[in-house]
């Protein structure tokens, strides 16, 4: 985010990440390094790193399919009524491609959008309590590319200050770093998501016992079968969506309709 963007307050807050590394910087870094998944990761941003700036909503885009797309895998404050993560053309006129294609930062208040690039319009018009904000854009990089961009929108007359650079070009670096560490357990996650229509009403009530913190036996008991039945059902879901770990099915297979 260059001064053409983002004015410059000047460097006396160098203390920004405190005297022995316990600042707000060290503090979501410390998140990426334990293996957050993109929720976390989207809530360290909005109530940790960028807290004093109150974002309203935020969304890191990585680039899939040979940078062809750009694919939603943080997000805070972003309303979604089926859960899963969007995704968008690389070739689409909006400020987050626009971050993207240019590899350059941009700020752009919710009108400056709206005028500059068509298809954002509809957004505003169908959220006005968009109007007024203002949204800035930074490229995502790392080994030497660019590997996708944040959109972070921030209340109306937020300082375009050196430390808000800062925090922004942080977070990007964050978020590289974190993408390319888990390129993996990402791809897993899209999987995943593609096979959960394979899920059947009685293994989606077994996950949703497990989300609710019941024991395999608690779970049968619940639904009148074996702890047999429910072992096996667990060991074919770990299977089909090629996981280890009960916390990750959780996040994959979507809860049962009540």
Do not use: C
Request: net charge neutral; proline share 5%.
């Amino acid at each position: 985010m260059g001064d053409s963007a983002l004015g410059d307050a000047g460097l006396g807050d160098a203390g920004l990440d405190g005297p022995a590394g316990d600042g707000p910087i060290s503090a979501f870094l410390r998140v990426l390094a334990d293996g957050a998944d993109g929720a976390t990761v989207g809530a360290a941003l909005a109530d940790g790193l960028l807290r004093a700036y109150a974002p309203s909503r935020l969304s890191a885009y990585f680039v899939v399919d040979g940078g062809a797309w750009l694919e939603e895998r943080v997000r805070f404050g972003v309303p979604s009524a089926d859960g899963e993560y969007a995704r968008v053309q690389a070739t689409t006129p909006m400020p987050l491609t626009e971050v993207f294609r240019t590899g350059e930062s941009g700020a752009w208040t919710s009108e400056e959008a709206a005028e500059a690039f068509p298809v954002v319009a509809g957004w505003v018009q169908a959220h006005p309590e968009t109007r007024g904000e203002e949204h800035f854009g930074v490229p995502i990089r790392g080994q030497g590319r660019v590997l996708g961009a944040m959109l972070v929108s921030l209340p109306e007359g937020s300082e375009r200050s050196w430390r808000l650079r800062l925090l922004l070009e942080s977070a990007a670096s964050g978020l590289a770093l974190w993408s390319l560490a888990a390129p993996a357990s990402a791809a897993r996650a899209r999987r995943g998501r593609s096979r959960g229509s394979s899920v059947s009403p009685r293994q989606r009530a077994i996950v949703d016992g497990v989300r609710r913190g019941l024991s395999n036996a608690g779970i049968a008991a619940e639904l009148g079968v074996s702890v047999g039945t429910v072992k096996a059902d667990l060991a074919q879901l770990f299977r089909t969506f090629a996981v280890s770990e009960r916390t990750e099915l959780v996040r994959l297979v979507p809860k049962p309709r009540r």
